[in-house]
């Protein structure tokens, strides 16, 4: 697998031509894939991936369940929401909603004007090379749904916020400010948030776990083996295993990591070079 970026502007034109022709009640989603440009490569990396994805005014997509682990980072969102297990999650911009192995969701979305979007990442790649994907769908009459304030799979922006203002800075200067997101119902992915000041550069690191990053905010650049991706929100870079990158914020910033560090752990596989 090869460094790569994918621009937001570009998905999200892309999602919005597909709204006029892809209906989910035949394509079950409707999103945009995030390929790997190296040779015969369907997937962003090889145990993780993602995808950007919406919904349109009014519309819902029937509930699915699969044995992939998923979340969603929500990008746009006035009125939308998931459900999960039968009861409605609203979506609000920034918000991480998780989708563990098994677990029923569909989305919806009650705007009369204004679509909805998100970064899909999930670990497909995995359990696709493991032989171990299922999947099962049904209907759901989400308009007599309840509304779970509180669900264990919402990880709010709101929150999130306040954790990386009261986050202390790495002193090695590998990270900015960074906080794990609790999600152990996704044990094949570990998730981090990471704030920037302007103008800050982390020191090179590279390791055998694979990495994908979105930008929640801000702007910057992420540099990779000598090669320069610029980033902005909604954009998102991926990371290959015993790559060496390090960050560069043109303003405040903050990025969503997801990495499948947890995996390569398990076989005692994890190594890290601080360059």
Known sequence: FKPYSWSWDTGKALLEAAATSINPRVAERRNIRMANPAAEKRTSLNTIHCSYQMVAPGEFARAHRHTVNAGR???ESESAFTTLNGEKVLMEPNDVILTPNWLWHGLGNESSEAAAFWVDFLDDPLVSAL????????????????????SPYHI??????LWLEEAKHDPEGRHG??????????????????????????????????????????????EVEGEMFTWERGDVIAVPSW?????????????????????????????????
């Not at 032989?131 to 509180?150: G, H, L, Q």
């Not at 560069?248 to 990495?259: C, G, P």
Request: aromatic share 12%; with cysteine.
């Open 156 to 161: 709010k922006w709101r929150d999130v916020d």
């Open 177 to 222: 400010r960074r906080i794990e997101l609790q999600a152990p119902s996704i044990p094949t992915m570990r998730l981090y948030m990471e704030r920037f000041e302007q103008q800050t550069t982390t020191h090179p690191l590279k390791s055998t776990a694979n990495h994908l990053f979105v930008c929640a905010e801000g702007s910057g650049e992420t």
């Open 73 to 75: 980072f929500i990008l």
């Open 243 to 275: 790559k060496s990158f390090h960050h560069r914020a043109f303003s405040n910033a903050t990025l969503l990591e997801i990495t499948d560090q947890p995996v390569v752990e398990a076989f005692s596989w994890y190594k890290e070079e601080f360059l």
């Open 131 to 150: 032989k171990t994907i299922f999947f099962e769908v049904r209907d759901e009459k989400y308009k007599e749904m309840s509304i779970n304030e509180d």
